[in-house]
């Protein structure tokens, strides 16, 4: 028997319950036997990150009233409903209406856009050559969010894309480019800029020729990963700040990242093939969050290094090879490549592909939001736990599993929804895992690792005038982790073949 979008949506809501931590769970769903079985337990996944990405959005529809995204929704949910007392009962009674743009649609004549605070203004517009949009790229609100609004935001925006016929199918990205506001510098009003540089883009956001310098005033190149110092401080009350780098706003989904191979560390726009070579590429190599929008300001740490020639100290497991990763999760998007003072709050244990890829958590120092927040445990229960599902989901929309997270009291790693708090690690932990990281970026720029998967990055840091000479860096190489490591290496290669 068929059933309407509606009856399929609201099963994909129902499925997805226990992602969202209420609700009958994908088991249920699961639980009929058979190839069909199998099938439906495989849409019941791909779903399950959209839709609770959507009702995210949809309840700040419902309860904050200002972070400047826009959700595409039937008309008749566009207007505004009553805010539930509690956020979390607010994503839940607003996945139904979420669910409409989930169902395998196209969005008709008689939908709305439902927009949330102020849009970009005219000439804040996505540049020249961006896809049309149905939702509106955020601005920086005008105030600092509520407590309920804080505790439902950042939220997503996508667009509902129709079904591919293939069982196995993926689901299609919305392009969501950075507006002409977030190419711009970013201001010393909502933000404590870095004053050695500034951010200049070339070429167009969302094409291949797409890059981010930070400049000097005289017009010279800053690496961004090499030059701008880290300068880590701690503070009376025990909290540390530090700089960092934005590479995807808050509300966008390009993947832009570090080009730690490239001479002064451009920031571009990955490849789908996660290939280096950029020549002869075309916009359809360029890879976009096929979730949706980020929940997050996201970027790199500047003079950190996640070591890949040696287990994590942590998690025993080798690290990706990048510099240390950080979302932000204050109110304002971040424009990109801007350099901003950040202040710790912890981190997240994520573990990639079998390799450690930590997520420091922090707040911009000027958030008014984010002011009374020293650790962790300070953030609201809510946002935790949704920056950790849209971590823990955002690749099943790519075809892949969820990701993995490692949990210190059990010495093992999860995937389990109901684990986010373990998932997390306070303020000071995350700040041992920031001294370490920058000694390990020192360890590199010296010449102290020597792999292949390290070569590229040294020669763009000698290019960039960061290295020493390969003669000079000989004397430093009794640096890296060779016999003295072995059991580490082999206690890693242990835990990493029991993960797969």
């Known amino acids: ?23 009958p769970s994908a088991p249920h769903a699961a639980g009929r036997g058979g190839s069909s079985g199998h099938a439906l337990r495989r849409r019941t996944a791909r779903v399950c990150a959209a839709t609770l990405t959507l009702a995210m959005a949809a309840a700040l529809v419902a309860t904050s009233g200002g972070d400047g995204l826009g959700l595409l929704v039937p008309a008749e949910a566009a207007a505004p409903a009553p805010a539930p007392a509690d956020a979390q009962q607010a994503l839940l ?22 927009s949330v605070g102020s849009a970009a203004p005219a000439n804040a517009s996505a540049p020249a050559g961006a896809p049309a949009a149905n939702s509106t790229l955020p601005t920086a609100p005008s105030a600092a969010p509520s407590a309920a609004a804080a505790a439902s935001s950042p939220a997503a925006a996508a667009a509902s894309e129709p079904a591919a016929p293939h069982k196995r199918r993926q689901h299609r990205a919305p392009r969501l480019l950075p507006s002409a506001a977030l190419l711009a510098p970013a201001n010393g009003t909502e933000f404590e800029v870095y004053p ?12 291949t020729d797409f890059l981010v310098y930070c400049v000097r005033p005289d017009g010279s190149n800053v690496s961004y990963w090499h030059h701008v110092p880290l300068n880590m401080t701690r503070g009376p009350d025990g909290s540390v700040e530090f700089w960092a780098a934005v590479e995807i706003p808050r509300g966008t989904n390009a993947k832009i990242e570090t080009q730690t191979w490239m001479p002064y560390t451009p920031m571009a726009q990955s490849l ?44 025993g497991l080798p690290a990706d090879n990048d510099p240390l990763d950080f979302v932000e999760i204050g109110a304002a998007p971040v424009p990109v490549g801007a350099v901003v003072r950040v202040r710790l709050l912890g981190a997240m244990t994520l573990i990639d592909q079998g390799e450690t890829d ?133 206690a890693a290669a242990v835990k990493l073949k029991r993960l797969q």
């Open 93 to 114: 009674a607003a996945a139904a209406a979420a669910a409409a743009a989930a169902a395998g649609s196209t969005p008709a004549p008689g939908q709305a856009v439902a």
């Open 358 to 490: 930590w997520k420091l958590v922090t707040v911009n120092t000027r958030d008014p939001g984010g002011a009374s927040w020293s650790d962790i445990g300070d953030v609201p229960a809510a946002l935790r736990q949704h920056v950790f599902e849209f971590f823990r989901t955002y690749k099943v929309a790519e075809g892949k599993s969820l990701n993995r997270f490692w949990v210190a009291g059990r010495n093992a790693t999860t995937s389990a929804a109901e684990d986010w708090q373990e998932a997390f690690v306070g303020r000071d932990t995350a700040a041992q895992v920031l001294e370490a990281k920058y000694a390990d970026w020192q360890r590199l720029v010296a010449g102290g690792c020597t792999t292949d998967r390290c070569a590229p990055m040294l020669a763009a840091a000698r290019a960039s005038g960061d290295a020493p000479a390969p003669g000079a860096a000989a004397a430093v190489r009794a640096q890296a982790p060779t016999a003295a490591a072995a059991p580490r290496v082999a």
């Open 272 to 315: 789908l093939s996660g290939s280096y070579n950029r020549t002869g590429i075309k916009t359809s190599d360029l890879r976009y969050y096929k979730v949706g929008a980020s929940l997050v300001n996201y970027g790199s740490i500047v003079q950190t290094w996640e070591a890949s020639d040696a287990p994590d100290e942590l998690t």
């Open 196 to 207: 050695g540089c500034v951010s200049a883009p070339r070429g167009q956001a969302g094409q």
């Open 1 to 23: 028997m068929r059933h309407s979008s509606r009856a399929r949506a609201r099963h994909r809501v129902e499925a997805c319950g226990g992602c969202a931590g209420s609700g």
